[in-house]
Nanobody
Framework: QVQLVESGGGLVQAGGSLRLSCAAS????????MGWYRRAPGKQREVVAT???????AYADFVKGRFTISRNNAKNTVFLKMNSLKPEDTAVYYC???????????????WGQGTQVTVSS
């Protein structure tokens, strides 16, 4: 069993900052990549940022220059530092991990339950 648990969401005013954390636990042999996705009311889920096992990062255009993704590989944890938050950043943020549970496994995606981020104007 694999579990991803997000934390750090909350209510913040526009221009403020939040730091999201996600810890993966359970049957984890190796993590290929982790990332953050978000879903706003009435919208589809969209990628926010991803980071590979070699620390290669990718960001959605709407967060470039404001958000920073990082990992602690030893702890199977991924972070998302969000600065200069805007009301349009309001969404449920989900943690994703692409991993194998054992050496015979194939890589697959696992998801956290989500953490609410609300940015007021």
């Amino acid at each position: 069993q694999v579990q991803l648990v997000e934390s750090g969401g909350g209510l913040v005013q526009a221009g403020g900052s939040l730091r999201l954390s996600c810890a993966a636990s359970g049957d984890i042999f190796r993590i290929n990549a982790m990332g953050w996705y978000r879903r706003a009311p009435g919208k589809q889920r969209e990628v926010v940022a991803t980071i590979t096992s070699s620390d290669s990062t990718a960001y959605a255009d709407f967060v470039k220059g404001r958000f920073t993704i990082s990992r602690n590989n030893a702890k199977n944890t991924v972070f998302l530092k969000m600065n200069s938050l805007k009301p349009e950043d309001t969404a449920v943020y989900y943690c994703n991990a692409n991993l194998i549970r054992c050496w015979r496994d194939s890589y697959r995606d696992y998801w956290g339950q989500g953490t609410q981020v609300t940015v007021s104007s």
